[in-house]
């Protein structure tokens, strides 16, 4: 099911199935970001799969795993790491790539924009190391570098970061050939100029952040928050954890430059540091890409308060600055114990100590995390029932909640959605209900139990599971009899009431939270006969509760 940014999506998809999209509607802003690129794999992905969103959350794994094979070439480019040294340092960078503490960047599958800037982040740094000719290396991460752009607002900084990059490894071929330099800066240019063009600020986000104590709190926070938002005081540990990552980063190219500037008459350390910022190179730009794709976000989120940066949706670029310093300090460590041997134990243990405490950080939090991917997916199947009930008998709360803030633009969406065969299973047209697993009452899925009248209210209630799944219902329908005696369904029931009481005669501590109730008005509870069904949203299947109640 589609879910909140996603759903902006959708007037996109029913254009470009009824033929009347333009490029313009491609091109057209999502909240700051022109996502031009994944808007065209969105629209592919969507007529293969009838926008089956399950493969965009494929494709966000894909897209890290496209990545990460980026980074392990990239640690070819020192030959002083063996096969197993460089194997070592991939289980660690991909720990963090692939942690679970990011469930929204997992679960929700609008995130595989960030996937597109991140995998051309790590392409076009490998690019940069290539043996190929210069005029094909500028084209390619000129390439790279534009569909980063238009994939996500963050992709500006892979033209900041490849700037000098390109010019320190190339500057001779360059100087002679200064058609490339202008053909870089026009294509920058021309970049900007179209990304800009016609931009609005989306509206009830706040201003760009220009107050410096509010930028710096939120920007460390954000660095910090995929090694810290899982703690209790998440605002003030993330934050202590940016300002170490940041500054050990600091720390490493401050090193790595300084020896850069030995005397050129030492020609052995010469050439060590030759090699020394020649390696490094691809790791800083890497760990510069973070620090500015979170400076990108900072001025753009900072006004809503440091608490939110540590959404896991925001994590994606911060925690390349852990990945990049994982390389990046394991080159230096080798460089100074080259220089002097006697600091390669101490500088040894310090470096396992760090990587130990970035890797302990992430798994701490995994059980939690995992707890948060199922909370998650129960939360998504509970707004999917809502959703199939949209036309028949709407819940607000839970589709302004769970789903899109707007209802009735969703309603609009939806249906259209709908008509072009986007939503699997439909969405439900008619309160009739057509009795998929037998006329009886099943006590196996639940019970209706006896209603309570208070005051002009009837308040109903129960508890609703489905067997076959092991899980709580998804929702629970309430119907009366129509005219011709059928059940048509008016009243709709989230499932989420503790009831610890079924869980323990069940055995099954994961049923706790299949309770429901329903409130209604005494007239109408005393007009017809009320009952109650569970509804399976996966199968779109109906299951009646048992001792139904007779008014």
């Known amino acids: ?76 480019f020192d030959s002083r790491f063996s096969l197993s040294e460089r194997l070592g340092l991939l289980v660690a960078m991909n720990v963090l790539l692939f942690t679970p503490n990011q469930p929204d960047s997992w679960l929700f599958g609008l995130q595989v924009v960030n996937y597109f800037v991140v995998v051309c982040i790590s392409l076009s740094l490998l690019v940069c190391y290539l043996t190929i000719p210069i005029e094909a290396k500028v084209a390619l991460c000129i390439g790279l570098a534009t569909i980063g752009t238009f994939s996500f607002a963050n992709g500006v900084a892979i033209w900041i970061v490849l700037s000098p990059l390109l010019a320190w490894k190339h500057w001779r071929e360059l100087n002679k050939k200064r058609y490339l330099i202008a053909i870089w800066i026009a294509s920058f240019a021309l970049n900007e100029i179209l990304y800009f063009f016609d931009y609005r600020k989306p509206a009830g986000h706040p201003d760009p ?31 202590a954890i940016g300002v170490v990552l940041a500054g050990v980063f600091v720390a490493a190219c401050i090193y790595i430059f300084l020896q850069h500037r030995v005397s050129a008459s030492q020609m ?55 990945v990049a310093l994982i390389p990046l300090l394991a080159i230096i460590l080798r460089d100074a114990a080259q220089r002097n041997p006697f ?70 969406r939806a249906n259209k959605l709908n008509r072009v065969g986007y939503l699997t299973p439909g969405l439900v047209t008619s ?4 009795i998929l697993d037998g006329t009886v009452p099943n006590a196996d899925y639940g019970s209706f139990e006896p209603a309570a009248t208070n005051g002009n209210e009837i308040v109903i209630s129960g508890w609703a599971i489905l067997p076959h799944r092991g899980e709580p219902a998804d929702a629970v329908i309430i119907s009366r009899e129509d005219s011709s005696g059928a059940p048509a369904a008016f009243g709709f029931a989230r499932v989420c009431i503790e009831r610890t009481d079924i869980a323990t005669n069940l055995g099954k501590p994961e049923l706790a939270l299949c309770g429901w109730k329903y409130v209604l008005p005494a007239a109408d509870g005393a007009r017809a006969r009320i009952s109650a069904w569970a509804y399976d949203a996966l199968s779109n299947q109906l299951f009646r509760l048992a001792a139904p109640v007779s008014n």
């Open 1 to 76: 099911m589609p879910y909140w940014d996603e759903w902006e999506t959708a007037k996109l998809l029913v254009s470009v199935h009824d033929g009347s999209a333009t490029f313009g509607d491609l091109f057209a802003l999502h909240n700051e970001h022109r996502i031009l690129f994944p808007n065209m794999f969105i629209v592919i992905a969507a007529k293969l799969t009838q926008w089956n969103v399950k493969y965009l959350m494929c494709s966000s794994i894909a897209g890290a795993a496209i990545a990460a094979i980026g980074l392990f070439q990239l640690t070819r």
């Open 209 to 239: 952040v220009i107050n410096p104590i509010k930028f710096v709190k939120f920007i460390f926070v954000l660095l910090g928050a995929p090694l810290g938002a899982g703690f209790t005081h998440a605002t003030v540990i993330s934050c």
């Open 268 to 322: 052995n350390y010469h050439e060590i540091n030759a090699n020394l910022l020649e390696c490094t190179a691809g790791w800083i730009g890497l760990g510069t890409f973070a620090l500015i794709a979170a400076s990108i976000i900072t001025i753009g989120r900072a006004g809503f308060g440091a608490e939110a940066a540590l959404p896991s949706r925001y994590m994606t670029f911060p925690v390349l600055l852990p």
């Open 343 to 412: 600091l390669f134990r101490p500088l040894r243990s310090l470096f396992a100590i760090f990587v130990a405490t970035i890797l302990g950080l992430n798994m701490i939090h995994i059980s939690q995390s995992v707890g948060q991917f199922k909370t998650k997916y129960a939360e998504r199947l509970r707004a999917k029932a809502a959703l199939a009930f949209i036309n028949v008998s709407p819940d607000p709360e839970s589709l302004w909640s769970s789903v899109y803030p707007d209802v009735v633009l969703l309603k609009e």
């Open 431 to 434: 309160p009739r209900i057509g």
